[in-house]
């Protein structure tokens, strides 16, 4: 059975998840601040780690960091506020594997524990990433959206699929960044062969090199076996670099000269090896404002660049992502829901999805898992989640700039709101604040809650 570390500082609830768990027959080890949790991870081989965001020392996040820089690969969870839900969602970039909210429901936490276990051992034969080189998915398991955005998304991907040119996509993250990819690949010349997706966020600076371009025996401590590379394992198909913006300026340096002269370096070796591999590579964040992209690298991977929309950028797609993702749960957990209530509809149509698609698949997948009948109801919705739409008022209208005094205004348009005073202040920000009634530091804020640069 499964080991699992639990860092949690409430010894309360710790305590009540302890039980829990050992009750469905996993093995618990508790330990209640970050540092006590890095020290567990030297003494003992666990399977899993459920994680408290906010710990008296830190956050869980440093936890997840010092797995990595062990060079280990350990799934984790991280239970957080409904109000951290953006920071979780940014989590998932830094190799989490899910978040899930508090107050924490139990049949929802075993199913995540569950698949987060399902997912550990499908990949333990590359423990240091998350590459796989899968069976593809058919076209019948996506829903592409009828929406203006979602019609010019597949177009993009219809035009550069024949060539061979190297694709950048961008996106917030679970925007189905990985889908457009495996779109393009589906679509392309390379179809019948490999497909290797790696989540750049999950490699350490030390075991980046060896995973992309493989190593030989006795190259460093811990080079016991001589390794194949993603970018062979991926030869003559697509390697899809996700979240490449986590690459070292080194790992970086090698990655150009693979693209430029189709040839890589295994780790040790003397010899270089020659490649056929179309790269794709996907970012939520500006690689050239972060200061730590190499230009050059950039306009290599960018030949042809691919936008994809937000979640709520595409509401005319809603319905049909919602009725997707309610099947889906149903068949995974013999289930029969037929629909959303009204009220589960509003409160979904008001609310700003910061984690996108894979935040309503995971919404909609507890609500079916815990609704006894054939319609979803609010009660099972996050509590948070409820609270909050209902307090900003589903009917109230947009907001406009001609009455910026952000106080008058729900949470739900303030976002809104903030970017037309930002951009009608010509992003000075002290004037912006002045003109939205508030101080900088609250604009300061606001804005990083709402992920505005």
């Known amino acids: 059975m499964a080991n699992i570390l639990l860092v949690e500082d409430d010894t309360t609830f710790a305590a009540i998840l302890e039980n829990f768990l050992r009750k469905k027959g996993f093995d618990i080890v508790v330990k209640y601040s970050v540092k006590s949790g890095i020290e567990a991870l030297k003494n003992n081989t666990f399977h899993l780690i459920l994680l408290d965001y906010r710990l008296g020392d830190g956050i869980g996040l440093d936890v997840v960091d010092a797995v990595r820089a062990e060079g280990k690969a350990i799934p984790s969870i991280i239970m957080t506020s409904f109000n951290d839900v953006r920071t979780a969602v940014k989590a998932i970039r830094q190799g989490v594997f899910d978040y899930i909210t508090k ?121 016991l076996n001589d390794k194949t590379g993603q970018f062979v394992e991926a030869s003559g198909g697509t390697l899809f670099l996700d979240e490449i913006g986590n690459l070292s300026y080194d790992v970086q340096v090698k990655l150009l000269r693979a693209l430029q002269e189709k040839v890589i370096q295994p780790v040790g070796a003397n010899k270089t090896v020659s490649v056929d591999v179309r790269v794709i590579a996907a970012t939520n964040e500006d690689l050239l404002g972060t200061g730590k992209f190499r230009e050059d690298l950039y306009h290599r991977i960018n030949e042809f660049e691919i936008i994809v929309p937000a979640l709520r950028d595409r509401r005319s797609d809603f319905q049909q992502f919602a009725d997707f993702f309610i099947a889906h749960a149903n068949e995974e957990l013999g289930r029969d829901v037929q629909a959303l209530s009204d009220e589960v509809n509003e409160i979904f149509q008001a609310y700003d999805w910061p984690g996108n698609l894979r935040e309503l698949k995971n919404v909609i997948k507890r609500m079916v898992l815990l609704s006894p009948g054939n319609v979803a109801e609010v009660a099972a919705l996050p509590e948070e989640m409820v609270f909050a739409i209902k307090n900003q008022g589903i009917a109230e209208p947009e907001p406009s700039a001609g009455n910026p005094d952000l106080r008058l205004h729900s949470e739900a348009h303030e976002r809104k709101l903030i970017l037309d005073v930002l951009q009608k202040a010509r992003y000075n920000k002290s004037k912006a604040a002045q003109m939205l009634n508030i101080d900088r530091k609250t604009l300061y804020n606001k804005m990083e809650k709402y992920g505005i640069e």
């Open 103 to 223: 107050p924490v429901n139990p049949d929802e936490l075993l199913m995540v524990v569950n698949e987060a276990l399902e997912g550990k051992s499908a990949e333990k034969e590359r423990p240091a990433s998350k590459a796989r080189s899968a069976k593809l998915d058919t076209p019948a398991d996506f829903v592409e959206g009828t929406s203006p955005a979602a019609r010019k998304l597949h177009e993009y991907i219809a035009l550069v699929a024949p060539t061979d040119m190297s694709v950048l996509i961008r996106g917030e993250s679970g925007t189905g960044k990985e889908y457009v990819a495996r779109s393009i690949h589906r679509m392309s010349m390379r179809a019948d062969m490999p497909f290797v997706s790696i989540d750049c966020g999950t490699l350490s600076k030390e075991l980046a090199s060896s995973e992309l371009f493989g190593h030989i025996k006795g190259s460093f401590t811990g080079a």
